[in-house]
């Protein structure tokens, strides 16, 4: 950080160690700030929640003009062909496939959810991740949120991974034996930052780790890899001369327990609308200065929240979605699973 920046400093001391816990929903602007938005929304697993008074009063039904609730609500994929349908922030997925919970090399988390709904090619990428990473020292990946099974807006945590598209890579090595139901949903996030939020811990943004980032930003697949601002700037140090894959690392807000991919419109996807690509460059210069300044913390004063999205303001072939009979497909093995309340992050 520039010697003359102490004001910005002290600012980012503060915000990076609690970002915010959501940004701009809409990824479809192509450089890397937020004022114009790389389009994802994550929650902070680390704030606190102040506890509440227990209350006798009946919680109101979910609306079920809210797109999130009908999609949340439906639990098996449409038939075949798979086909991404609109945006990552406002889209969903026909002919969806399961990632299994257990691979030979990866191992889904937080079960519970529903979320590891996804295109073939996801699943394809996952995979080959996975072993890359066995073959790197880390025993292969542990997977987070893909999509629901027919995409479509959550009820919490992401405002993208609604096409089928997008999956979050926790930041950790798998573990020897398979984890438990209960570990999958308990299991914490850990961040990569140090104490006081202010740079990467080497201690955990490991080398292999950093190999990991670095194997899904160089794949051809892939248009984005989201990552906290600190993530980019030690990727950009230890990155040299071979730098190509910087391009699709893209800081954002959050992002220091896990990483975000997010996959190309497959070829022949017509419904799919893409990300447009990353400015040019390495992103290590000016778009990362920008992060280090109080602009992307400070709230837009004339900023309004948005109008709830129901299902009527959905792309309508997601409208018909809905209506598709679910596809009996073979069932993925799983191993004993048993049902586990779904944890908020």
Known sequence: MRPHDAAAALVLLVTLAVAPAARSADASAATGTPRTGEGIVVADSRAKVKPVARTTA?????????????FAAVTGPTAPPAEPLGRYGKGCIAGAVQLAAEGAHHSAMRLSRGRRWGH??????????????????????????????RGGPMLFGHSSHQ???DVDI????RPETPLTDEERETRPFESVLNADGTTVDPAKFTPEIAALVREAASDRRVARVFVHP????????????HRRFLRRIRPWYGHD???????????GARGCDPQPDPPKGDGCGADLDYWYTPAPWTPDPKARPGEPLTVERMP?????????????AAP???GQLTPVPPSPQ
């Open 230 to 241: 600190h993530i980019k700037k030690a990727m950009c140090a230890m990155s040299r001369p």
């Open 120 to 149: 073939p090619a996801t699943i394809a990428f996952v995979e080959d991740l996975a072993a890359a990473a066995a073959g790197g020292g880390l025993n292969g990946i542990l997977v987070g949120d893909i999509s629901q099974a």
């Open 58 to 70: 009946r919680k109101a039904d979910p609306d079920p003009s809210l797109a999130k609730v009908r």
């Open 316 to 328: 309508p072939a997601c409208q018909r979605l809905l209506d598709e009979p679910d596809y009996a």
């Open 163 to 165: 096409v089928g598209l």
């Open 170 to 173: 926790w930041y950790a090595r």
């Open 332 to 334: 993925v093995p799983t």
């Open 257 to 267: 327990e896990h990483f975000h991919v997010r996959l190309k419109c497959p070829r």
